[in-house]
């Protein structure tokens, strides 16, 4: 009977060593992507807004218009999919987004961008991205950059009273305007 309680205890000790040892492996993993995960938080008003994506690097490739086709949605970094959370209601260039956790999809252009916030917030890339569950879309003028960004940057800013985020990466920034919803 004793030989058989150390095989029990013994079983279930090489499996709890074997399951954290797989769970840090996977946190592991994650940090030593090509393309590492990045976060950005800032406040809107008194909304908390959080944006997570994996930001690739340039590598001498030709980034809009090649590795990132023209008029094609763009998970909007690499990996999953880049999220947007906001923890209260905002306006996106005038626009309400209601409180939540979504999928920061753009369609990169020329001359303009389409920003998609789309219900499916937890899926990898845009590969099973469904316009259905698109709940807001607004466009804006992309900008020639000053200076290149080797990595692919999104920034929350404030500027003249308004707040800001930008999508910065090789030589373009694409950037869209947040506001607290206005009280009636």
Same mark, same amino acid.
Request: charged share 25%; hydrophobic share 40%; glycine share 6%.
């Given at each position: 009977?004793?030989?058989?309680?150390?095989?029990?205890?013994?079983?279930?000790?090489?499996?709890?060593?074997?399951?954290?040892?797989?769970? &840090?492996?996977?946190?592991?993993?994650?940090?030593?992507?090509?393309?590492?995960?990045?976060? &950005?938080?800032?406040?809107?008003?008194?909304?908390?807004?959080?944006?997570?994506?994996?930001?690739?690097?340039?590598?001498?490739?030709?980034?809009?218009?090649?590795?990132?086709?023209?008029?094609?949605?763009?998970?909007?970094?690499?990996?999953?999919?880049?999220?947007?959370?906001?923890?209260?209601?905002?306006?996106?260039?005038?626009?309400?987004?209601?409180?939540?956790?979504?999928?920061?999809?753009?369609?990169?252009?020329?001359?303009?961008? &389409?920003?998609?916030?789309?219900?499916?917030?937890?899926?990898?890339?845009?590969?099973?991205?469904?316009?259905?569950?698109?709940?807001?879309?607004?466009?804006?003028?992309?900008?020639?950059?000053?200076?290149?960004?080797?990595?692919?940057?999104?920034?929350?800013?404030?500027?003249?009273?308004?707040?800001?985020?930008?999508?910065?990466?090789?030589?373009?920034?694409?950037?869209?305007?947040?506001?607290?919803?206005?009280?009636?």
């Amino acid at each position: 009977m004793s030989f058989l309680k150390n095989v029990i205890k013994f079983s279930f000790l090489f499996a709890l060593v074997a399951f954290f040892a797989t769970s &840090t492996q996977a946190q592991d993993d994650k940090s030593k992507r090509k393309s590492p995960p990045m976060e &950005t938080t800032g406040m809107v008003g008194d909304a908390t807004v959080t944006i997570t994506y994996s930001a690739p690097s340039v590598n001498g490739r030709t980034i809009f218009g090649d590795l990132i086709p023209y008029g094609k949605t763009w998970r909007t970094g690499a990996n999953e999919a880049t999220t947007f959370e906001t923890s209260k209601n905002i306006t996106i260039e005038g626009q309400e987004l209601t409180a939540g956790k979504y999928a920061l999809f753009t369609v990169p252009g020329k001359d303009k961008w &389409t920003i998609v916030f789309n219900s499916v917030w937890d899926q990898w890339g845009d590969y099973n991205y469904d316009k259905e569950k698109d709940v807001l879309r607004v466009e804006v003028t992309p900008k020639k950059l000053d200076e290149p960004a080797e990595q692919l940057k999104i920034s929350m800013s404030e500027k003249d009273g308004s707040s800001w985020v930008a999508v910065k990466w090789s030589d373009t920034k694409a950037a869209f305007s947040v506001a607290p919803v206005a009280s009636n």
